[in-house]
C-alpha cells in the first residue's frame, strides 16, 4: 500500500474523500489556508485534488515538485472518474479497505469480536466484518455495502 498514492482533497471538491477511501485510497480532507495545505502535501507526500485555479499556479505545482490534479467537474461522479483516469488508479483490489470516517485501514473482526456491537439481524445474517482502530465502527457487507459497491462498478466501467 505504501507505493499508492496518497491524497489531500480541498474543501471544494470534499465528496471525492469519501469516494477514494471506498477504492482503498488514504484521502485527507482538508479545510483550511492553500499553504497549509501545500506544506502538509508536501510533508506527506500527497496529490492535491481541488478546483481552485489559484493553487494550480503555485510554484511548488507548476515546476512539478508536487502533484496536483484541478478537478473540472463539480459533481461527484464525474470528479472520481477524473481522478481514476488521471492516475490509472486501481478501482477494484482495495474496495472498502479504508474507513470511510477516519481514514485509516480496516482491520478484520471475527463474528464473535463483534457480537453484542452489531445488530442482531446483521450479526444472524452476516459472517464478514471489518473494525476501524480508530472511531471503532464496524463494518460490514450488508445493502449499503452492496449499493456503494454497485455504484462504483457503473463509475468505473465508463473508462
Known sequence: MSDSPKFIVDSNVGKLAKWLRMLGYDAVFFEGDDAYMIDRALKE???ILTR???????GV??????????????RPEPQIQQVIESLHLDSQ????????????PLEERSKEE????VPPYVFQTQQQYMECPVCHRIFWRGTHWQAMLH???????RR
Open 45 to 47: 507526500n500527497r496529490v
Open 52 to 58: 481552485d485555479t489559484q493553487v494550480m499556479k503555485r
Open 61 to 74: 505545482i507548476t515546476r512539478g515538485r508536487l502533484k496536483a490534479i484541478l478537478i473540472d467537474s463539480d
Open 93 to 104: 483490489s482495495r474496495l472498502f479497505t479504508i474507513c470511510l470516517e477516519c481514514n485509516y
Open 114 to 117: 463483534i457480537k453484542g456491537r
Open 151 to 157: 455504484k462504483l462498478e457503473r463509475l468505473t466501467k
